[in-house]
């Protein structure tokens, strides 16, 4: 039974889903506006970990996760220029070429990551109709005003009449006290009131025409318009990291309830932040670390690089409601447990059943596997349960121990449904080739084997050494043990 904490009640609930069967997942995606950093993969690779781990449950997930190209104001109070405006003027591209660009490099990691892409990737700028349409909604329902060609979400009204501030646990006494005071133009009435839609300054570059004015959305709207055309006015999942909870999701909260009448999502998710030497990891702070130098080593926090498997090894190391803390030295031990176990997994490829071998009940593993990640996707503890595991796999290599077909099978499966499937960890490490290209080399490496054990038993030792040749010029070594098994390995 599959248990996920929800921040709306702050605490473990059972996951049951709308329609039996299915689920509707909404997940904010990456600002496309600068290089793809750690804080993009933890949210990137949690909410893999639950599409995979839904999936591995058999439940068919509809995965959204948008891409935020229009680009945000400057500050919080929706002042300023267009994020994305103003670093296209500062490398002289369109803003369009700059959107795309760091959209191809965020797949490009994610993809080295091994997170899966969503069932749909929709994007901010080809959504205007529906956010000038949910925008429309909301002033008719009366919860948002026209002011100076802008229209703003009146947060007042709504708090008279709704709860506001349930998700953060903050009360609009604390959302003023915290929120600077009105800047410039005074177009708001009250300064936590939050902008749906901003008629843009007459340098502005992103804009589109609307009933109020040429402009565009605002940063909260397109969650809300997305979620509800791709998953409906209600589903089941709404996650992201934990920096978004307020003002974002307390805003897509808000705006769903003055658009539709009720709250969208019924469980949301957050994943908790990457810190740097016990630091929050921010470009404003001079720390935040790009995925590519990690990928390359280029940093000078870092000694060398670091595979795209190894970061995500060292994200699932932790639970992600848990600050995750990077360093070298927690890169290099992440490094390092890796290996361990894809050579765990290799291994059992490669040793043999012995025939009327004592039970060795994998099952034991599945259970505990299972269980850690019923536990709000435990990964931690999952981890902790596969190197348990990883010492009985060795014990198996070094003959101190012995396992039937059956029993050998079952491990096999277990261990590569985990860490391949579930997990995702496995592609994209130095040793594996392109997808899938492992494990047809072990089946086809096993059948050779089969063969050239026939070729010796039937005292064809010109066979055997040919087979044991023709591999070793392919660059595969083959090692017979005294008990009669072949074991191999890539050089
Ligand atoms: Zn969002």
Redesign the pocket.
């Known amino acids: 039974m599959l248990t996920i904490y929800n921040t709306m009640s702050r605490s473990k609930e059972v996951f049951e889903p709308l329609v039996a069967g299915h689920v509707g997942m909404y997940v904010?995606g990456p600002t496309v506006y600068g290089e793809p950093h750690l804080g993009h993969a933890r949210s990137a690779v949690t909410f893999d970990l639950a599409f995979r781990y839904l999936g591995s449950l058999g439940y068919r997930v509809r995965y959204v996760r948008?891409i935020t190209d229009v680009g945000h104001l400057e500050n919080d109070a929706d002042e300023g220029e267009d994020k994305i405006a103003r670093k296209a003027r500062l490398e002289r591209l369109e803003p369009m070429e700059i959107a795309q660009m760091y959209t191809r490099r965020y797949h490009d990691a994610m993809r080295a990551l091994g997170v899966l892409p969503p069932s749909i990737e929709p994007t901010a700028s080809g959504h205007i109709i529906e956010q000038i349409e949910l925008v429309r909604r909301i002033v008719a329902a009366g919860y948002g005003y026209l002011s100076n060609g802008s229209v703003y979400f009146d947060v007042e009204k709504y708090a008279r009449d709704h709860p506001y501030g349930r998700l953060s646990g903050r009360s609009t006494d604390e959302m003023n006290a915290g929120s600077r005071s009105l800047d410039g133009g005074g177009d708001k009435r009250s300064p936590h009131d939050f902008a749906l839609w901003k008629r843009a300054a007459p340098g502005h570059i992103m804009r589109w025409p609307s009933p109020w004015s040429d402009g565009f959305p605002g940063w909260h709207a397109e969650?809300s318009a997305m979620g509800a055309k791709y998953l409906g006015e209600r589903f089941d999942i709404h996650g992201?990291g934990m920096d978004?909870v307020f003002p974002?999701h307390e805003a897509?909260i808000a705006q769903g309830v003055a658009a539709c009448g009720h709250t969208s999502a019924r469980y949301w998710m957050h994943n908790n932040m990457v810190t740097v030497g016990g630091q929050k990891m921010g470009k404003s702070l001079g720390n935040a670390i790009t995925l590519e130098q990690i990928f390359a080593g280029a940093h000078p926090l870092l000694s060398r690089a670091y595979s795209p498997m190894t970061v995500r090894f060292f994200m699932l190391q932790a639970h992600y409601r848990s600050t995750l803390d990077f360093s070298d030295e927690a890169l290099q031990a992440a490094g390092k447990g890796l290996e361990r176990l894809m050579k765990a997994v290799e291994t059992l490829d490669r040793i043999a059943p012995a025939p009327g071998a004592g039970p060795i009940d994998a099952g034991e593993l599945e259970t505990r596997l299972a269980a850690a990640m019923d536990d709000d996707l435990s990964s931690p503890l999952a981890i902790a349960a596969l190197f348990d595991w990883v010492r009985v796999v060795n014990a198996l290599h070094d003959g101190t121990t012995a396992i039937s077909a059956p029993d050998l099978e079952r491990l096999r499966a277990t261990f590569r449904r985990w860490v391949f499937d579930i997990l995702g960890l496995g592609v994209g490490t130095e040793a594996a080739g392109p997808d899938g290209a492992n494990d047809r080399l072990a089946a086809v490496m096993a059948m050779v084997l089969e063969l050239r054990a026939e070729a010796k038993a039937d005292r064809n030792w010109a066979l055997s050494d040919r087979i044991r040749d023709g591999l070793a010029a392919a660059g595969i070594k083959v090692k017979d043990r005294k008990d009669g098994i072949s074991e191999w390995e890539t050089e």
Request: overall charge negative.
């Open positions: 904010c948008n969650c992201g978004l974002h897509e």
